[in-house]
Every structure is written in structure tokens, then in C-alpha cells.
DNA sequence: TTGGCCCCTGAATG
DNA sequence: ACATTCAGGGGCC
């Protein structure tokens, strides 16, 4: 009931169909030179800040950080802020104190998964193969990325089985997207109803291939293939219901991009190990973890995180497994392999957390001056 | 900003 | 054996 009053995608499309071409290459480079700018250790400190501001280009810097931005408006807390331990590599996600996990710990935990329940799988990637030459591969991976976007969207809310099931019925009576864009929504969400909510996802589904259809005159998302990572997150995030955990997804199963992408099992183990202050909501772990986690590792761990997720005893919900058990849990010996770090690692986590609480504060006194204010 | 809501499956509980 | 309850799953408002 609810979900059907949107049945206008234009605001959301009108919104994307700016950023293309060239402004994130800017961006990252913009971004790139503050991050060094930051970390050298030498006496400029006071030059700087104008004119990387002033830039005309990077007018508005959407999303990130949040809560740096309070310490930032303070000249004060900023210089405290400059004189704080700066990690190594340039961090700019929400706990740059926090050093967990340690590539180390990462590697670990990947090598002591991967016994438990076995290697995971890669997918072949489906590249255009030129000795293959033009056959049914390439007509297959022409709709490849659209599918893994479908498959994604129909898995949300609902288990890795009916999710499976849903799409092949989907297939099954609508073999092209060009079909489902025609039919009508009634029998569009007759075959997927067994995934849930079928309405909404059918809804969604629909306003995605015609958004392609009338933007591209082609129902395809292989263009993004091309594309640089921030510009795909973009890009994909304007439909309605494609969330970051749908586009981490999409990029990396399909797109073979260094993403982690932060599903519900992935984040409550983040939380139990420690690698993310307990409080730390879904956004703040999967920017966290990104950076955290070595790029040739993330693949591994989140498929294994998520096996593990839904089989172990103590890291599963409510210890409650979903699957069969595989054996103890290869976890467990990582908090306790180093002693002294390890203590070093949970007052940092405290210490996240406090500092979140504080910047809860100064965010609540701030809002309440400008209430007095107005 | 947070949490309630969306809805079907299948396991758990009565 | 059947009926009922409830967790699971991500995004939106």
C-alpha cells in the first residue's frame, strides 16, 4: 500500500542523470592530495586549508564523513585533531583510531575460514575473451550485470533459497527484460512472490529498465563495466531500492571490484570481533572495513564471513546457526593471539565509542543553540 | 537520525 | 499431526 504512491521515478532519475563523465576523476585526485597533505608530518600546517576549500570544482562533496565535520568547525578541535596519532595509510572512514582489523589479522582470519568451510569459489569473470571471438558468451554477459543487479535486488529481504528461486522464475517467464518492462506488474510479481515482497522489488525492478530504456535506448547496464568505482556506486545508488550493500554486491561478484560488501552477518561479526566499536551502524562498518580489509582479501573474507555467519555456533544470530555446523570456530584464537595489541585494540574501540557519545553531545548542544538562535 | 515497516519462506515452537 | 509464531533479509521514509 504504501510503496505504490511512488510511482514517480523522475525525481530520483532527473537527480543522477548529472554526474558522468569527468568529476569523479577530479574528485579522487582532489581528495588524494588532501590526504597527503595531511599525513606529511612537516611544519606547513598553518599554509594550507584555502585553497583546497576554495576549489570551485569540488563544490559539493556529497556524503562522507560526518562526524569529523563538528571536530573540523571548531579551529580548536581541529588542531587537536591534526595532533592525534594519524594511521599510516591515509583513512577516511569514521574511526581512523581504530587499527583492527590488522592486514595480519585479516590474512588470519581468511586462511582459518577457508580451512573450516573450504576455498570460495570465484566466479569466472565473463570478460569478452578475444579468441573466443563474438558468440554466446558475449550475448550472455551482454545482460550480465542487469542480472546480477535483478538477482541482488530480489535477494534483499529474503534467504539465499528463495531469492535463487524468485529470479529463475522470473527468467523462467520472462526471458528478456524487455518482457518483464511489458508485462504487467500482476505477473511480474506472481513470479517472484516467493521471495517477498514482490510489489516493491517488482516496482523497483520495472523503474530500473525503464529508466535504461528511455536514458540508453537499451535495457543494459554494461556500460558501467567501464566505469571507475565511484562513478558505478552513482550511478547504480539513483534507483530506487539499490542500496550500498546491493551495488557492493553487484561490483563485487560481477565486476570483480575491490569491494566488501557489509551484509547483515558481515556486520555483527565486525561488531563481536571488535573491528567496528560495537554501536557502529551498517554505513560506518562497510567504510570502516574497506579500508581496512587488503583489497586482494576482501572477495574471500566476505563470502567466508558470511558462510560462517549463518553456521557457527557463536558467531551466527542468537546463537542460533542456520546451517549445519563445520566445526569450531577459527575466530576465536585471533582476539587472544596478541595479548598486549589486544588490549591496546578494545581501549581504542572504547575510545571510538566515547567518541562518537561526544560528538552526539557537541551535535545535540549545537542544534539546541541554533533552536535558541531562530 | 532511528527504527518501524514492507512480505514470504521455512524452521521452531505450541 | 496440525496450527501458530517468528526470524531473516536491505532499503526507505
Redo the contacts with the bound molecule.
Sequence with gaps: ???TG?AQPSARTLRATRHNENSGANEEHIKEEEEADRDAPGPLTTSRKQPVKEEPKAETPPKPR?RQKVKKEDPVAAQMVKLAPVPPTAYTGPFPKLMRPSPEECRAARDGLARLHGEPEHAKQIKPDPEAGADSLHTHSQQQVLDSLVRTIL?????D??SH?AFASLKGAFPTWEEVLQAPSGKVEDAI????????KTERIKAILSTLKQERGKISLEYIRDMEDDDIKNEL?R?????????ACVMMFCLARDEFPV???VWRISKNMGWVPAKA??DDTYRHMNIRVPADLRYDLHVLLVEH??RCARC???G?P?KESHGDCPLVNLQGSAPAKDLLDEDIVKEEAKDMEEDDIV?QEVKVKEEVAS
Design positions: 500500500m504504501k510503496g511512488g560526518k535477494s534483499q529481504n529474503t534467504t533459497n528463495t528461486r512472490r516467493m521471495g517477498g515482497l514482490a510489489e516493491i545508488t534507483f530506487k531500492g539499490v542500496g550500498p550493500k546491493t551495488v551484509d547483515t552477518h551502524n551498517r555467519g549463518k551466527a544470530k542468537n542460533k542456520r551535535k
